[in-house]
């Protein structure tokens, strides 16, 4: 299954989550993956963790967060989810604060990690209108259709 069509399937979405702090972001929305099976409470913890030993490594583009450790790390299976923020957060990362969208990814491969989960976000961050309409968006069934919108192109 792939990234859309898990999004979809598993209704993984939370619309203007309230947050104070980028932790407090990844706790909160990283329940899409624990919720669906996809990561134990112990692979969010591991973000955070590495985020504050090795910076904001999850941070990949202006806005945008990728919240994920390794495969070993508490990942359970494929699974991805997307948050959007009511206010944007700073992740402590000068080019890209704050950030408002976090697209979580559990992968318990590398390979899926790698040839799967990691191309099909970015694929989807490149479409930089769908990202900033999904930031816009208010409510779940907004950003279902985008993403079933991007998907169709």
């Known amino acids: 299954m792939g990234f859309t069509e898990y999004i ?83 992740f402590k990362d000068p080019d890209n604060d704050p950030i408002s969208l976090l697209i979580f990814m559990a992968a318990p491969s590398v390979k899926e990690h790698n040839e799967e989960a990691v191309s099909q976000i970015a694929d989807l961050c490149d479409d930089e209108d769908a990202v900033e309409a999904m930031i816009k968006a208010s409510d779940v069934s907004e950003i279902l259709t985008i993403l079933e919108n991007v998907e169709g192109e």
């Open 8 to 90: 979809v399937e598993k209704k993984a979405v939370i619309c203007g989550l309230e947050v104070d702090t980028w932790e407090d972001a990844i706790l909160k929305g990283g329940r899409i993956l624990v919720d669906n099976g996809a990561a134990s409470e112990d692979y969010l913890a591991t973000i955070i963790r590495k985020c504050k030993d090795n910076g904001p490594y999850i941070v990949i583009a202006p806005g945008i967060a990728m919240p994920h450790a390794r495969p070993e790390e508490g990942a359970l299976s494929l699974g991805y989810g997307i948050v959007t923020l009511k206010m944007p957060v700073s």
